[in-house]
């Protein structure tokens, strides 16, 4: 089990090394390969969640920006378990500074295949040239203005 969990890593990594060489021709867009971490509403991190990804920022003409993204999640470097946190975000522009909202959802890697229902991931953060700063809340549809998820990333652009 755990030479599975292992072999789909890095099979992800490799595929999100490859991929943004591919993408960068299709016009307004940057590439960021991230990484960071994600804590409940307690905010003692335990158990330590860290995340890893990729985000693509396509610039929409004007103040929009839509950013998808793909992250691993792995719980205190345990490959036993890993979920896989697909995103699709809108967000504003105002100079550096950008802040939007959108959808998310855990697919939970293994046997069986589970993944739990969509959720709400409302974001904010910073960019400079080769860098994207950013905090984030994940908030389940079903208790919404309620946190259960907040989290952090560090993105390097190129």
Same mark, same amino acid.
């Given at each position: 089990?755990? *030479? *599975?969990?292992?072999?789909?890593? /890095? $099979? ?9 060489? *591919?993408? $960068?021709? %299709?016009?307004?867009?940057? /590439? ?13 991190? $335990? ?13 929409? &003409?004007?103040?929009?920006?839509? $950013? ?20 699709? %975000? /809108? ?34 953060? %910073? ?6 700063? *950013?905090?984030?809340? %994940? ?12 989290? &952090? ?6």
């Amino acid at each position: 089990m755990k *030479r *599975r969990n292992l072999l789909v890593l /890095v $099979s992800i990594i490799l595929i999100l090394i490859i991929m943004p060489g *591919r993408v $960068s021709a %299709i016009g307004p867009l940057d /590439v960021y390969i991230q990484g960071g971490a994600m804590t409940d509403d307690s905010l003692k991190f $335990s158990p330590f969640l860290w995340t890893a990804g990729i985000n693509l920022d396509f610039k929409t &003409g004007g103040m929009l920006m839509l $950013s998808p993204e793909l992250n691993i999640v792995i719980s205190e470097l345990d490959f036993d378990y890993i979920l896989l946190e697909p995103a699709i %975000i /809108v967000n504003f522009r105002f100079a550096n500074l950008f802040a939007g909202a959108g959808l998310t959802k855990f697919f939970e890697l293994g046997n069986p295949f589970e993944f739990n229902k969509f959720s709400l991931k409302v974001n904010a953060g %910073i960019k400079i040239p080769g860098l994207r700063l *950013r905090a984030y809340m %994940i908030i389940p549809f079903d208790e919404l203005f309620k946190p259960v998820i907040y989290g &952090g990333t560090i993105g390097f652009g190129f």
